[in-house]
Each structure stands twice: as C-alpha cells, then as structure tokens.
C-alpha cells in the first residue's frame, strides 16, 4: 500500500514563501511519476506541477510557471513543491499525487493512482 504525507502549508503573506514536503511510503517511489494539484473550495482540483521519476524532466500550470519549482529526493522519499512570490489566488488546499506507470508527466487527475490528505496554503493579501 502506497501513502503520500503532505506538510508544509499554512498562512503566509503575499510575496511570501512555503515548501510543501511530500513522504511517500513504499520501495518504487524512484518509479513514479509525481505531481502536485491543489483545490480552493468550490473549485476543481487543478494541476500545478508535475515531476518524472528522475527528476530531470518537470512540468508547470502556467499560473505558477516562475514562481513554484517542483523537485524530489529518492533516497528520502520525498517530494517537494517549493513555492514563492505568492498570490492571494494561489490560497488552497494541496495535494500531492503518485503515478506508478511512471511514463509520462501527467496534468490529468484521473491519471494517478494515489493521493495524500492535502495540506493548505493560505495567502493573505
């Protein structure tokens, strides 16, 4: 069984910074591809960053191309979206997402396979 632990979140002002840490469990997280969507209320859950399984390919939503930076460590397990120059816009609860094909960077939620809880990120203005 697979678990994604989001961390990280919280109330931050705008042009600030957080970095969202993702600990997934399992021996294949090096085989996955991983990605980051988030979701404000009342709204769909939306991409925002996708990683490859070696980390040398990525992927961005164009609302947060040049501010987010998506990355991971597979010794440690762990994914990372590090965030900055935040916008009120970006306030939402976000989620960190597995794909276990592994092939492809993925924007689609219905392309991976497991989720965390989430962690929010809220950005006053």
């Known amino acids: 069984q697979v678990q994604l632990v989001e961390s990280g979140g919280g109330l931050v002002q705008a042009g600030g910074s957080l970095r969202l840490s993702c600990a997934v469990s399992?021996?294949?997280?090096?085989?996955?591809?991983m990605g980051w969507f988030r979701q404000a209320p009342g709204k769909e859950r939306d991409f925002v960053a996708a990683?490859?399984?070696?980390?040398?390919?990525?992927w961005y939503a164009d609302s947060v191309k040049g501010r987010f930076t998506i990355s991971r460590d597979n010794a440690k397990n762990t994914v990372y979206l590090q965030t900055n120059s935040l916008k009120p816009e970006d306030t939402a609860n976000y989620y960190c997402?597995?794909?276990?094909?592994?092939?492809?960077?993925?924007?689609?939620?219905?392309?991976?396979?497991?989720w965390g809880q989430g962690t929010q990120v809220t950005v006053s203005s």
């Open positions: 997402a597995a794909d276990s094909r592994g092939q492809y960077l993925n924007a689609k939620v219905w392309e991976y396979d497991y």
């Open positions: 399992g021996r294949t997280f090096n085989k996955y591809t």
């Open positions: 990683i490859n399984w070696s980390g040398k390919s990525t």
